[in-house]
């Protein structure tokens, strides 16, 4: 599955901002208080990695071999204001081309942007259709940034806002503004989301469903209800709520411990509800012999759940600086379903805007995570088995630890380009194997 940056967090910076900032940071201006909205992106991530060490490999394995790949994403954002508090959003979308290793043997896959899934072909597909309401609760307004899923430039205080329609899950749940968006950050999926976090997502990284948030100065709290995969790292959903669902909740707390510095928590849960398979059923048929090996395929059962929760920290610390933190876990008896194989994750890192150096939308950062699987998880790799992202047909068990570096340049309006590290520890949680070194060069341009 595909994760792509968060849509409201995308830096689509309007013409105020940027002449405020003396740079514009859009290929094209964007008016403040036009009622509608036309805009894009492109992002284009070559990635390679060298040779290493792996005495064996199995079908769902990172090719020890040298390898290189690219892949390519364009999006065409079109939002419209339909009455004072009511908007909508139409996102239409391609992408071509693909990861090392078709985004297999990782858990922390390298590149955001990729869909694990070879066999679909790079025609236009319609990302997002979302209709927003606003329900003012004060007289009272903030001032708000507009985004393609949002025109609005005022908001009341307190409100109520419903989301309806297709998204991604990540647009709304887990959002930090450090580590979110890979096109213009980190590009690891457990860098920049919650490996622990398995959200209802399509291959591409889209469901339909419907978001409540209810907002105040002090605190946000949001509820999510979305559409599950009928299978796992599916494109098709399975639209019978009474069978497939998943209930995600998350609150949002604001505070200033240090003066004048923003900071935020979140505290996140989820209820997974869909055909998953039991990894424990999985590796007892097989230690009776009843599966060649073990098929956590061949033992799904509706209904089943899976849950979760998380942890979001970011914090504004000195000048530029900023830190951000996670950590997840999910239940570790049911399968990985939609976005890959975690069971508990830690990750911290920051960034600094390059101000200090006379580059204010210049960017570095810096970050490290830690994943792991479960004990029937694991074992179930150990003795064979594989799932959608891994399978080295055994397993030396080690936790799989990531740490990522980046630039990111600001080359002229739109265009930025970035260098990207990442140095992988123990992949697919397979001491055997690696460490693996990723190198990336991207491109990005904001039209």
Do not use: C
């Not at 036309?38 to 394995?61: K, R």
């Not at 992408?95 to 070879?118: E, H, I, S, W, Y």
């Not at 419907?210 to 599950?228: D, I, K, T």
């Not at 494109?235 to 609150?251: G, Y």
Request: charged share 20%; hydrophobic share 40%.
């Amino acid at each position: 599955m595909k994760k792509l940056p968060r849509v409201l967090l995308l830096p689509l910076l309007l013409a105020t901002a940027a002449q405020a900032q003396s740079t514009p940071t859009t290929l094209f201006p964007h008016s403040d208080d036009s009622p509608y909205l036309v805009a894009g992106q492109m992002n284009l991530i070559t990635q390679y990695h060298p040779t290493f060490h792996a005495p064996y490999s199995g079908a769902f394995s990172l090719s020890p071999e040298a390898e290189a790949a690219t892949s390519f994403v364009a999006t065409l954002y079109t939002a419209f204001s339909l009455a004072r508090w009511t908007e909508g959003a139409v996102h239409v979308e391609m992408a071509a081309g693909g990861g090392v290793g078709q985004a297999l043997g990782l858990a922390g896959f390298t590149n955001m942007d990729v869909v694990r899934n070879p066999t679909l072909g790079a025609e236009p597909y319609l990302a997002r259709i979302v209709l927003r309401q606003i329900i003012p609760l004060s007289d009272d307004t903030v001032e708000a940034v507009r985004t393609p899923l949002g025109l609005a430039t005022q908001l009341p205080r307190r409100r109520i806002e419903l989301h309806v329609g297709k998204m991604s899950t990540a647009d709304f749940f887990d959002v930090n503004s450090v580590g979110s968006d890979s096109h213009l950050q980190f590009m690891n999926w457990t860098v920049d989301s919650n490996g622990g976090y398995d959200y209802a997502a399509d291959t591409r990284g889209y469901t339909y469903g419907l978001v409540a948030e209810y907002h105040q100065p002090a605190f946000s709290v949001r509820f999510g209800e979305m559409l599950m995969p009928t299978v796992a790292n599916g494109l098709n959903l399975d639209w019978n709520i009474l069978r497939a669902r998943a209930e995600n909740l998350e609150v949002e707390l604001r505070h200033e411990l240090l003066p004048g510095r923003l900071g935020v928590v979140r505290l996140l849960g989820y209820l997974n509800h869909a055909n998953m398979g039991s990894y424990n059923e999985a590796i007892d048929a097989f230690r009776a012999g009843v599966d060649p090996v073990p098929d956590i395929e061949a033992h799904r059962k509706q209904g089943r759940m899976k849950y979760g929760f998380g942890l979001n920290l970011e914090q504004e610390l000195f000048g530029p600086v900023r830190a951000f933190a996670r950590a997840g876990w999910n239940e570790g008896e049911n399968e990985s379903f939609a976005f890959t194989e975690v069971n508990d994750t830690v990750a911290l890192g920051g960034d600094v805007r390059g101000t200090p150096w006379s580059r204010p939308w210049d960017k570095v950062g810096l970050a490290v995570v830690s994943n792991g699987l479960s004990e029937p998880h694991r074992e179930y790799l150990a003795l064979g088995g594989h799932g959608f992202v891994l399978g080295d047909g055994q397993l030396n068990y080690g936790r799989e630890t990531i740490f990522e570096a980046y630039y990111n340049a600001h080359l002229w309006r739109g265009l930025y380009a970035a260098l990207d590290f990442q140095h992988v520890n123990h992949p697919g949680y397979n001491r055997d194997r690696g460490p693996v070194n990723v190198g990336s060069l991207r491109l990005h341009l904001d039209l």
